[in-house]
């Protein structure tokens, strides 16, 4: 396998992942290696990232695997943005193909992330079947190139011995976990660990190798405890939880953030007055469905189709947040609709509108 090189970016990440699925994806943008992509994550704000990128030459890292990448986001399949690893192939043919020399390094960093987490074969998906068959990612022509791919895999499972012995320093992420084992927070900082931890009276262990790194728990905490309230950023990301509504206000206050219920209901924000800014549709995008507000937001209840490539692409203010990649909108054509806009290429959301 080719040396994996790295470029951790500072944006775009989860704080938490853990990874039982493997997606692959393309980049769709001609000849852009993959050090072209690590650099372009970690230069800003993309509204999106990978854990890798693979081309015919390299192979580079730009989320740490126990960080959650902004891949897929999606509400379709059990597959997201914080159970997942996400390679990125680049399109270094002609037409923006895939060719076979990028898909045999993807094979093989594939096979050693999946010997590395004991992700099954079963396990592996395409960012197409992630979408529910919306978005054509890997823009294989046909099935029988994507099944190919995934018998290429196996075998290189089956044949290769991979040492999963490859943590580093930066790798670590510190887990706290109830004395039921419930995981309530994950942070690189062991003193953000800590502080939660006390809070819950939990454990702290060390991702590297699952070893107790301190423990809280006292003899009154280890009967279940019930999580009555979590605190998640505005894009989504989980800060803490807690069976005490004041705990996680304190939280929640200190970060500008907002605390939902155990039903995913908000109970306060504290989102400042800018509100959930824009969403960005792209205007390379041809087609963009939009649902009714409070769902199914699956094909067949679309209520129509937003043309971001008509007109240069389209920005619209996010009234609601209605569950993880789905918001509130208000259009000249279908009035306050619904639409899934994961964190991906093709959207963005930023504080001012962009189109």
Request: proline share 3%.
């Amino acid at each position: 396998m080719k040396t994996i090189q790295r470029k951790i970016s500072p944006y775009n990440h989860y704080d938490y992942n853990n990874p039982k699925f493997l997606v692959f994806h393309y980049v769709g943008a001609q000849s852009s290696t993959a050090a072209n992509n690590a650099t372009y994550f970690f230069n800003g704000d993309r509204q999106a990232s990978a854990h890798y990128f693979v081309d015919d030459n390299e192979i580079w890292q730009s989320v740490e695997d126990l960080c959650g990448a902004w891949s897929v986001g999606n509400t379709k399949t059990e597959v997201n943005n914080q159970n997942s690893i996400n390679i990125e192939m680049c399109c270094m043919g002609t037409n923006l193909l895939v060719t076979e020399t990028t898909e045999n390094n993807a094979i093989e960093l594939g096979a050693y992330l999946m010997k590395k987490y004991n992700i099954s074969m079963a396990n592996v998906r395409s960012h197409y079947d992630v979408t529910d068959k919306c978005k054509l990612c890997p823009n294989f022509a046909n099935t029988e190139r994507w099944n190919t791919f995934k018998n290429k895999l196996q075998a290189k499972l089956n044949n290769t011995n991979i040492s999963t012995n490859n943590s580093t320093s930066s790798d670590v992420i510190y887990r706290v976990k109830l004395a039921n084992g419930e995981q309530i927070g994950a942070f690189r900082n062991l003193d953000s660990a800590k502080n939660l931890a006390k809070i819950n009276k939990c454990n702290v262990y060390s991702s590297v190798d699952n070893g107790l790194v301190v423990s809280y728990v006292t003899n009154s905490a280890v009967a279940i405890k019930t999580i009555n309230y979590r605190v998640k950023r505005k894009n989504g990301e989980q800060l803490g939880a807690f069976n005490s509504l004041d705990n996680a206000d304190t939280l929640a206050k200190a970060n500008q953030a907002i605390i939902y219920d155990s039903n995913g209901n908000v109970v306060k924000s504290y989102v400042p007055d800018t509100g959930l800014g824009y969403l960005n549709l792209k205007p390379h995008m041809s087609s963009w469905r939009v649902y009714p507000v409070d769902g199914p937001y699956t094909i067949n209840y679309a209520v129509g189709a937003l043309a971001p490539a008509q007109y240069g692409g389209l920005s619209y203010k996010i009234l609601e947040k209605k569950s993880a990649d789905v918001y509130k909108i208000k259009t000249e054509r279908f009035g306050v609709v619904a639409i899934y806009a994961p964190r991906d290429n093709d959207s963005s959301i930023t504080e001012n509108p962009i189109y």
